[in-house]
């Protein structure tokens, strides 16, 4: 058998897994339930367990396993040590060495946006491409950032955390990062719908986002009707993304930027807006970068993890 290996992806709900071949292909993937009881002492041995069990389930040789790669939401460092997962309960230890006790297969760790974007860079939006940043459009603003091939990590890591670029002096509310006016405020799901709200309090005019609850499909789906309120908040969206994008290009200068996250099914639409304030903004050789959008969807942290390992 040629060598295969295990994509893990820990979320605060589930753990998705998936056992890959060396090209990428996928062999299996599953998922099992996140305990994040007891302040999360039950997640690595369900991990392993699930893995051992899959081994065994498909009579594979532990020699053919090349390891398991394992992306975890919080910051983790080049050496396999998370600075805290708080919706894991989990504090500082080293999550590699500990999951390699158990499995007793060589383990990568990385934080769960960087994996992400090492992903799609393998295997989605960014194929093809070397040097890559991914920006993950959820209830937060996740980021990654792939160069040469290597995820960029930094001293605590923390490389990548674009949701927490400063973006708005005036900014009053908090961010859940204790700061004020970060990114994430503005260009997450949830930051679309806090401007929609904001324009719909300054404005009397017409729109079909005074129709039913606001979320950012809704403002997305009102912006391809044409509707003027939703225009002007895709707008706001568009400039403060896409002048942060600038910024980032500025120190990293990717050959793509790949976006992701739930507010990316807006689709090629989205990118527009992005990509009009990305270029009035943009440093001159940075001006052609090219966006995509991601897809492998809820696979991605599976593909990259494997990917850490390959």
């Not at 994509?7 to 305990?35: C, S, Y």
């Not at 939401?73 to 999550?95: M, Q, R, S």
């Amino acid at each position: 058998m040629s060598k295969v290996c295990f994509g893990v992806d820990v979320g605060g709900t589930t753990v998705k897994l998936g056992l890959f071949q060396a090209d990428g292909q996928v062999m299996d993937k599953w998922e099992i339930v996140t305990r994040t009881q007891e302040k999360g002492k039950h997640i690595l041995p369900d991990i392993a367990a699930s893995i051992q069990a899959k081994i065994s389930e498909k009579a594979i040789e532990i020699q053919d396993v090349a390891g398991v790669g394992i992306g975890v939401p919080g910051p983790v460092k080049e050496d396999g040590t998370v600075l805290n997962a708080v919706n894991l309960g989990w504090g500082i230890f080293n999550v590699a060495n500990e999951l390699e006790k158990l499995t007793h297969l060589k383990v990568k760790a990385g934080n769960d946006a960087n994996v992400a974007a090492l992903g799609e860079m393998w295997q989605g939006g960014g194929r093809g491409s070397k040097n890559v940043v991914m920006i993950t459009l959820g209830t937060g603003v996740g980021g990654g950032i792939i160069h040469n091939g290597e995820i960029i990590t930094g001293t605590n890591g923390a490389g990548g955390e674009v949701g927490h670029i400063h973006v708005e002096d005036s900014e009053t509310d908090t961010c859940g990062c204790g700061k004020k006016g970060c990114l994430e405020q503005m260009a997450s799901a949830t930051g679309v719908v806090r401007l929609a709200k904001k324009a719909l309090e300054l404005s009397d005019s017409p729109s079909l986002l005074r129709n039913g609850e606001i979320s950012a499909k809704a403002v997305f789906d009102a912006v391809k009707e044409n509707d003027a309120l939703a225009i002007s908040v895709a707008e706001q969206f568009g400039k403060y993304l896409g002048t942060a994008l600038a910024n980032v290009a500025a120190v990293t200068d990717p050959e793509v930027f790949v976006i992701g996250g739930g507010v990316s099914k807006a689709g090629s639409i989205l990118i527009d807006y992005i990509k009009k304030y990305y270029v009035l903004r943009a440093f001159a050789a940075c001006k052609e970068t090219k966006f995509s959008l991601a897809e492998l969807g809820n696979d991605a942290g599976i593909f990259g993890a494997a990917k850490l390992v390959l």
